[in-house]
């Protein structure tokens, strides 16, 4: 019995959920009928522009969603295409409230029941090919156009903006960083609604991607990757305290990205987590109640320490979600 008092505005708060609640949104995991009927309405307003074999695959994907069921198989490089559609258009503070990334829930829903957890993972697990240019010709209004990266010998970090230091926007089929993280929440929570059996499933399926130690920065295609599939799989703690081991082995300095945020909740104890913490004290503020939610009382020490540490030199206003998930425990910052 949980001591902690859910309410239906704080359970929007999460990303997905190790344990379900009376007062979770009806939306957490939409059926393939409902998600597909919301997917063709939205892509009424994309247009693809371009004349290139990229270009006419991705009309080809477009073409897809006017029909009035799904297709019976997916493939990778297609879906990749058809992720672009949705998440191409979406700003980090589009994704802040629960409602404002149900579109990506509806396509994960297309991605588990037709190609299972794994094939989810596989989709979101691909290094950028090409870049995309998505723009809103009105509010409502997307123009997609699809072009090939340079030469791999013409990159040089590819995942850096090199006159901001952050990650370089127009990379694959996210336009920024923070798009696909939506991506990865929406499987978390469609996990959170299988039985025991199919999470042992969905783990089994995706361990090829947890193998050997991860490659690359922490917003490419080895450490943030690994870290948010861990979260997605976080209702399997022997697969996250092997997965954060092997994450350990990979780790250079202090991380600063979402990835390690995710794992303070992907970790399978509260020990763990603040171990986490003490190595690598980001600002938690997006994850802060999914903490809580894995670990109830058991999350303020970790919420706490991180409180302090980032107190330190940012402002109490970035601070305000991890104020009110330690409040949630019953403690005090």
């Excluded at 998600?35 to 004349?51: F, I, K, N």
């Excluded at 080809?60 to 997916?74: G, T, W």
Aim: hydrophobic share 45%.
């Amino acid at each position: 019995m949980t001591g902690i008092r859910w309410t239906r505005a704080n359970r929007k708060k999460l990303h997905g959920f190790r344990r379900p609640h009376q007062h979770d949104p009806a939306d957490v995991a939409p059926t393939l009928e409902a998600a597909w009927s919301r997917l063709v309405r939205a892509a009424e307003q994309v247009t693809v522009v371009g004349d290139d074999k990229l270009a006419a695959t991705s009309r080809a994907v477009l073409e897809e969603l006017r029909a009035d069921a799904p297709p019976e198989e997916l493939d990778v490089e297609r879906e990749l295409i058809r992720t672009a559609f949705f998440l191409g258009p979406l700003r980090e503070r589009d994704t802040m409230k629960w409602e404002s990334w149900a579109i990506v829930r509806d396509l994960v829903a297309l991605w588990v029941e037709r190609g299972g957890v794994a094939f989810a993972a596989r989709v979101l697990d691909q290094p950028p090919a090409w870049n995309t240019f998505s723009s809103s010709r009105s509010p409502t209004e997307v123009v997609f156009q699809p072009q090939p990266l340079p030469a791999a010998d013409e990159l040089q970090d590819w995942d850096r903006d090199p006159n901001t230091g952050g990650p370089r926007e127009h990379i694959g089929p996210y336009a920024t960083y923070a798009q696909v993280l939506p991506a990865w929440w929406a499987l978390r929570c469609r996990v959170s609604r299988m039985d025991e059996g199919a999470v042992a499933a969905a783990s089994k399926g995706c361990a090829p991607l947890l193998e050997g130690l991860p490659q690359g920065r922490c917003c490419d295609g080895g450490w943030f990757r690994r870290a948010a599939l861990l979260f997605a799989l976080s209702r399997d703690r022997a697969v996250t305290a092997d997965g954060i081991a092997r994450l350990d082995a990979a780790w250079e300095g202090t991380l600063v990205w979402d990835g390690v945020a995710m794992l303070f909740a992907a970790a399978p104890d509260a020990a763990t987590a603040l171990a986490l913490a003490h190595r690598s004290p980001v600002n938690p503020r997006v994850y802060a109640f999914d903490v809580v939610e894995a670990f109830e009382a058991d999350a303020a020490p970790v919420l706490q320490h991180l409180f302090t540490e980032v107190r330190r030199h940012s402002a109490l206003r970035y601070l305000k979600d991890v104020r009110a998930a330690i409040a949630l425990t019953g403690a005090k910052v």
